[in-house]
């Protein structure tokens, strides 16, 4: 699933100064193969889009960082905080943005879409829930959805997609379409997958200590029913422990390096 990507500005950029540079000097040439010589390149450099996907009801934007690579053959997405209350996912989200700032080449062959908080009303009250009372990761409008919830904290909403951030959420989808998902959790301390996630998951879980593990309840609208069952994305929820330490912070750093630097290809071909 390679997405056609136009050529960057800078590389157009570089190869018109270049054109412009022959044009303007003599350049002689070697005598024997009479071959231009060599340009000196600058690397193609990969840029960052911050991009305000909706301002939820609370009057908070929900923002979507895209790191976009000079050559990008996939596009991933990885967004945390969908449920406020489970502070370690909001701190791996701060250390994971500095990272990705840090390291663009391991996105110089992708587009990294990340979403440091998908429910900012929640995280700002410290709830599972939205603004309004609803679990977001209910309220996907999967083939499971359904009305009834087991507590006020799985609250689903009066109807599928009834939220804001919800909407959000598949729009960007819609118009960005991912090759794989991450969304990060805690406290379960495992990776899950949903459709066809689970070698993705499995290689995260080599390099985050955590298993690999289906959690093995039903999760009625969850975005993983959505985007891994339904719609065939591969989808990894990384549930982290309840508590982010700092030795555990860089374990969980190299399980994201995997999801940001994972080809699907390159699997695919490994296996019989
Ligand atoms: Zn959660």
Redesign the pocket.
Known sequence: MMHGMRAGFSGWFIFALCASLLGCRSTPKTPSDGAEPPIAEAPPKGRKLTEVLTMTPGGRPIEVHRFIGANPRYRALIFFS??GD?RPAAELADAFGIWLEEHPESWAEREICFIPVMNPDGLASRT?VNGAGVDV?RNFPAENWQTQARGARYNPGPFASSEIETNALVRCIERLPPDWIVSI??PLACVDWDGPGEALARAMSRANGLPARKVGYPTPGSFGSWAGVDRGIATVTLELDDRLEPEDLQRQLAGLEVAVTWDPQREAGARP
């Open positions: 969908i449920h489970e599972r990761n959790h805690a």
